[in-house]
C-alpha cells in the first residue's frame, strides 16, 4: 500500500468519525482535486504532487490536517 | 450580472420607456385639446363680433328710420336754427345713449355742401365735412351706408341715411354711431370673455387723441404701446396684449397666443384683426379666454392617469417577474442546485443517480434537465465500472 491510499483511507476515517456524508465529501474533494478519489485503490502508485493535493484538499473539506 | 437582473432591468426600463412615452403623448393630446379650446374661443370671439356688428347695425338702423319721419325734427333742421334744433332733440339723444349705447348724431347737409350742420354729442364743433366711407356709400346709393369707421380718435360703428322732406326732396343726412367699446362689453358680459381693441397709430390723429382724452378727463395713453394705442380692455391689467405678435401678420380667422396663468385663473390668448368699412386694417382685437375649469380638469385628469400607469406599470413589472421566476429562474435555480448535489455525490462514489434528476416540465428546461439525467446516468454506470471493487 502507498502513502496516497493510506492518505485516503485516513481521508475515509475522518469522514465516519465527524459522521459526514461521505459520498457528498468525496466528491467535493473530488472536484477540489480535478479527479475521483473514488478510484484511488491500494494499487494506485504513489505520486507526491496528487498526495500533497489531497491533504490540501482534505484540510480545506473537512477542516483538520490529515497526516501519513 | 445575473441573467435575472439583467432580464428585470431590461423589463424595468421597457415598462419606464412606455410609461414615459404614454405619459408624453397624453400630455401633448391634452396640449392639442386646450389649443382647440383656444381656437374655438378665438373664432367664437370673432364671430360674435360680426354678429354684434350686424345686430348693433340693425338697431342704429331702426333708430334711425324713426327719427327720418319725425316731421317736427325736420322742420326744425330746415329752419336752419341749430341752437333750436339741439335744445329739441338734445333730451332724445340722452335717453338714445342711455338705452341704446348711442353715442353720435350727426345732422349734415346735402351736397353740394356736405358739411355738418350739428353734432348733438358734441354742439360747438359744425362747418366741417366727414367725408367717412358710411356717409360717401350714403350719398353715392342714397340708400343707408353703414359699417366700422374709423375716426380721428376712436373706432365706431355708423349708420346714414339720406334725409327726404314730405315732398321727397333731399333735404340732407342723418347718421348714427356707437363706439365700439360698447361691443366689447356686452361681448364680455356675454362670454365672461375678456377684449382688447388696439388701433395703429397710423390711422389716429395724435392731437385730436389727446384732445378726446382731455374732454373726457381719461387718461392718455398714446406712448404706452408702441405703434399701437390701446382703445378698449375689458381687464384692469394688460396681460391680456402680447406686444411680440406681429400683428399685421394676423390671418382673418385669427391665431391662438400663449396660454397665461395669472393670479386668479389659466387663459388662453387669441387674437383676430379688425377691418374698417373701407376693408383696410385697423388693429387687432385681443381674447383672453378662462380655461382655468379646463385646464384643471386636464391637469387632474393626467394627474391620475399618470399615477394609473405607474400603478399599472408596477404591477406588470410583478406579474411578469414573478411568471419569469416561476417559469425559468425558479426552475434554473432549484435545477443547478439538483445538479449540484447529483454531480458531486457522483464524484463521491454515489452511483446511483438513476432518476435523481426528473424533468420539471416539457418545455426547453425540462428537456435538458431530462437530458443531463441520462447523460449523468451514463457516466455513473461508467465510473461505476472503474471503482475498486
Known sequence: MGKLYDAVMAVEREVERKGMDPFRARGQMSLEL??????IDE??????EKLAALLKAAEKTLGVRITV | MSIRAKVSLIIVAAVVLAATGLGWYLQATFASNLEGLAERAVENASADFEAQERA???KLDSALQVMLTRSDIGELYEAGDKQALYDYVLPMFDQLKEEHSITHWYFEREEPDSTVF?????????GDEVPRSTYLAAVDTKE??????LG????????????YDDEGELIGYMEFGEEIGHFFEGMHEASGDDFALVIWKGRLDRDAYADFHETRDTEDNWDDYGEFVVMDNTREDEIILDESVDLEGIPDEGIVLETVDVDDGTYARGAFPIYD???EQAGVVFIMHDITEVADELQQT????????????????AVILLVLNSLVFGRLDRMVATLEDVSTRLLGGDYDVEGAITASGNDEIGKFEEFFGKFLDAVAQTLKGLAPK
Open chain 2, 302 to 317: 393626467w394627474t391620475t392617469v399618470l399615477i394609473g400607469i405607474a400603478v399599472l406599470g408596477a404591477v406588470l413589472l
Open chain 2, 152 to 163: 380721428k380718435t376712436a373706432f365706431a360703428l355708423r349708420v346714414v341715411r339720406p334725409w
Open chain 2, 56 to 58: 348693433d347695425i340693425a
Open chain 2, 277 to 279: 368699412n373701407a376693408g
Open chain 2, 144 to 149: 343707408v351706408g353703414a359699417g366700422k369707421d
Open chain 1, 34 to 39: 480535478g479527479f475521483m478519489v473514488g478510484l
Open chain 2, 118 to 126: 350739428l353734432r348733438v354729442h358734441n354742439f360747438d364743433k359744425d
Open chain 1, 43 to 48: 494499487d494506485t502508485p504513489d505520486d507526491d
